[in-house]
Structure formats: C-alpha cells, structure tokens
C-alpha cells in the first residue's frame, strides 16, 4: 500500500513538473504590442524628422504622427509557451504566427533588409504623392529593378535600363504639376495591362547611354493573366531636396503620415489647425493609401502618446473595433491622400461628420 501511495506520489511530482518544464518551451509565435509613435513634424535623435532644402520650410503646431508595433520573439529569439499565452490574454497585445513575420526560407537578415526597401520607397512615394498634391512638378523616369528567373524578359532587359515608350508610345515621366494620368512605372504597368498570353510587348530602352530596342512575349501569369516579368521602379528627380530620418524603423506603413508632414512642411498653412493626429497606412505616388497590419496596436500607442484622431486606410477598417483603444480616439477612414487632407481641413474647421469605419 505504502507503495502504492509513493509510486503516485512520484508520477504527480513528475507530471506538475512537466507541465511546470512545458511553459517554458519556446514555441514559434510572435508577440506585438504597442510600439513606438513619431510626429514627422518633429525630431528623433535631436535631427528633425523631415528636412526640406531648395523651398522655405514651415514650421506648425500639432502633430501628424505615425506610429509603430513592437514584435518580440523570432527564429533566433523564440518566445516560451508562458509568455505567448500571458500576451494571448492582454487586450493591449495580438499572438501572431511567425511565418508572417518571417517567412520559411528567409532569414532575420533579409526580412531587416526588406523592411529598409520598403521603408525608403515609401519615402519616395510619400514625396511624390505630396509634390502631386500640391500641384509640384517632378520627373518620375521608369527603370528595370530585376526580372524574374525563368520569364520571358529574364536575359533581354537588364537591370538599370531606362523604359523610353511601350509599342512606339513614349512614357509620360512628368508628375505634380496639374498632369493627368499614371507617371513613370505606373504609367508602363497601365500601357502593357491589356495584354494577353502569346501577345508581343516592345520596349524602347536606354542602356548605358544607348539605345536598345527589345520584343518580348507575354507568358500567363499565376493568376492567368499576362506578365514578362519585369520590375520596374521609378528613378525620381525631384526640385526639392527632402530627407526623411525615422531612425532603426522599416516597413512601408508610415507613407501616409510622411506625405502629409511633408506637405505641412512645404505649406504656409498648418495641416493640423494645432491638432493631435495619429496615423497609418502605405501611400502610392498616385496618392492611393493601403492597408496595413497592427492598427489594434498602433490605435493603443496613439491614444497613449495624446493623439486626438486616427486616420486609417479604407482597407484596414476591420480591425479598429478590436482595439483596447476603440472608443478613446476620433478615428478617421481615408482611400487617398485628397480625403486625408480633406479631413485635416474639417478638423481644422472643427466640424462634424467625418467619415468614419462601417
């Protein structure tokens, strides 16, 4: 009998100790919280955020800010089971899969130096899409970034060469300005978009200073559509120097607030009216906002550093009521960059009416 007591003794200290052992596992889940907010009107590291050269430069009240996740955890930081469920039941923090942070086959490495990529094009598409709606003229020339391997234009365009026309059709380059239409890449996405599967696309080319005319055949893409596969990229030239400085920060979801605090730099006029205002979302130089990931978090690092509204992309409307912070902001739904200015204007004017997440 006394055995018999022991023996289970044994297995419960066993057992509680396994599963005690268990929640220190570390399991391959990612933790994201409240990260960091930055007004682009102000400085990071004493340096301001945004610094124009060749136009006067305003300086305004208020504050246009974009705001961050902190992720924690990783390949080489894993995260135990304890720590992930303890963040799974904080209504301030979200439990991701860590594939969507770090995708099979590719390294801490790449994916720091994929969030820098984005980061610096969504500069440059923030200084377009804002020299575009203050009517600013820049020249926005289309350039091959890469091709991909095994499509028809891998081996036939190069990388740096400059897209002249399509079909005998030149490239309108000149963005801002008052011009009508896609520019530069956006511009050849549009001009090659009606082609089908087996049909030929001509390219007039600059390489190296010369000239270089190309046939290539449209394949059927993944989708069933027609692609060559060529990445194309915008060399711009801009008439104002801007610099943009965020410190250690990648990714392309601050675009939106960029654009706006470089507008309010190069505007008489403040944007704000002296506003708190919060923001996040990728912006095109055609001044189209996208969606982006965290807004749960990111509404939470707002309302805490003071901010008064929220302007969110049209696309990530659905995860505003599922923040701690729904209810504590004015948040604000916007599809471009004209209804966030529109909407600046309204606070400014303080009226109502917003339009706001369905």
Request: aromatic residues 4%.
């Amino acid at each position: 009998m006394l055995r018999r007591v022991m023996t289970l003794v044994v297995a419960l200290v066993l057992l509680v100790g396994l599963g005690a052992g268990s929640l220190l596992l570390p399991v391959p889940y990612l933790v994201a919280a409240p990260g960091l907010t930055v007004d682009t009107l102000g400085e990071v590291r004493e340096e301001p955020v945004i610094q124009v050269e060749g136009a006067r430069s305003y300086e305004h009240d208020g504050s246009l800010s974009m705001v961050t996740v902190q992720y924690a955890g990783g390949p080489q930081h894993r995260l135990d089971f304890l720590t992930v469920v303890t963040a799974w039941l904080s209504p301030t923090q979200a439990v991701l899969p860590e594939e969507l942070l770090f995708p099979a086959g590719r390294t801490p490495e790449e994916v720091t130096e994929r969030q820098t990529v984005q980061m610096n094009d969504s500069q440059t598409e923030a200084t377009a899409a804002a020299f575009n709606e203050l009517g600013m003229e820049y020249e926005a020339v289309p350039a091959v970034g890469g091709t991909v391997e095994g499509m028809p234009a891998h081996g036939v365009v190069e990388e740096g060469d400059l897209i002249l026309a399509v079909d005998g059709e030149p490239v309108p380059t000149e963005g801002g300005g008052g011009s009508e239409g896609p520019v530069g890449s956006a511009a050849v996405v549009e001009m090659v978009g009606d082609r089908e599967p087996g049909d030929p696309v001509e390219l007039a080319l600059e390489r190296d200073g010369e000239a270089v005319d190309v046939e290539i055949t449209a394949e059927e893409d993944e989708s069933g559509g027609a692609a060559v596969g060529v990445l194309i990229t915008d060399r711009m030239d801009f008439p104002v120097d801007v610099e943009i400085t965020v410190g250690d920060i990648g990714g392309p979801s601050a675009g939106m607030m960029f654009a706006l605090g470089i507008m309010d730099r190069l505007s008489e006029e403040s944007l704000t009216g002296g506003a708190d205002v919060a923001g996040s979302g990728t912006i095109a130089a055609d001044g189209r906002i996208g969606g982006v990931s965290g807004i749960q978090q990111k509404m939470v690092s707002a309302r805490r550093d003071g901010a008064e509204y929220f302007l969110v992309a049209a696309d990530s409307c659905s995860q505003v009521s599922q923040s701690a912070a729904y209810g504590e902001l004015d948040v604000v739904r916007v599809e471009t960059l004209t209804d966030a200015v529109d909407a600046l204007e309204a606070i400014r004017a303080g009226e109502d009416g917003l339009p706001r997440c369905e």
